[in-house]
């Protein structure tokens, strides 16, 4: 799907400190064999040296910045972010349709267009969380609402939870892309994640891509770890 160098569906999650944690993991691993995510945290550190540093190295890139802004201000920061040349990025569609529309155009005058995707509603978001914020509905019709919003404003996808994937996939079709976290392989710890799937399980009920971190960074190998996951899905 869309600017990929590779077509594997895992994308490991960077979640480091620093660049050089990022950049010792990255080099364990094989450009043609995963994709990678970068975050608010390693970012802020490292800014669009790192994202350019790890796409010179034939990397995907998958820019976790969950842009929420004025229409303008996102756009923007979307055009931006193409032109550092990034695989998928992404906004919060809570930000609405004039804003998920106007990232979009701004894509669509890009050479590369990379895959828009949203945010529906937070998983730390509990319903009382949501109560407070004013929403009544029950966290699933939130997300489905949203969901259906991204779609309608020309978005690619939504990031989910693998446990709503079949779901997503009925409402809005197999070509809209589902990104999904919370993946454990069998027998792998499940750390802090709750809700959680096996990456064949996952792909089983819809997902396209499969958001992994610490089963493959905190893994004595890497890379094995990696494969063996790719193995399993393929
Ligand atoms: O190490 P682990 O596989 O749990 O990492 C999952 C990554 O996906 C982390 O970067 C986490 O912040 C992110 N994520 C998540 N659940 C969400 C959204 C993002 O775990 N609902």
Redesign the pocket.
């Known amino acids: 799907m869309s600017n990929s160098n590779n077509n594997s569906r895992v994308i490991v ?3 480091f400190p620093d660049g050089k944690q990022a950049l010792d993991l990255c080099q364990k691993l094989d450009p043609a064999s995963c994709k990678l ?1 970068i ?1 608010k945290e390693l970012f802020t550190r490292e800014g669009p040296a790192l994202v350019e540093k790890l796409i010179s190295s034939d990397f995907d890139i998958f820019l ?1 910045l969950k842009y929420h802004d004025i229409p303008n201000t996102v756009a923007s920061a979307c055009r931006a972010a193409a032109d550092l040349g990034v695989w998928m990025l992404n906004v919060h569609a809570s930000g609405g349709r004039v804003m998920m529309e106007a990232a979009n155009e701004a894509l669509d005058k890009t050479t590369h267009k990379p895959l828009l995707i949203a ?1 529906t509603v ?3 978001m509990s319903q009382e969380d949501l109560t407070e914020l004013g929403i009544n509905k029950p966290v699933e019709e939130q997300v489905m609402m949203l969901a259906n919003l991204a779609k309608s404003s020309g978005l690619n996808g939504v ?3 693998a446990k709503e994937a079949s779901s997503l996939k009925a409402e809005l079709g197999k070509e809209f892309c589902l990104v999904t ?4 392989p069998a027998n792998s710890s499940s ?3 709750k809700r959680i799937m096996t990456p064949a399980e996952a792909i089983d009920a819809g997902s396209h891509y499969l ?8 893994a004595d190998d890497p890379l094995a770890a990696l494969e063996s996951i790719n193995a399993s899905i393929n």
């Open positions: 999650s960077l979640d995510k975050g976790d945010v937070l998983t730390s990031v989910c939870s976290p919370g993946i454990r750390d802090d994640q958001v992994i971190g610490r089963p493959i960074t905190k």
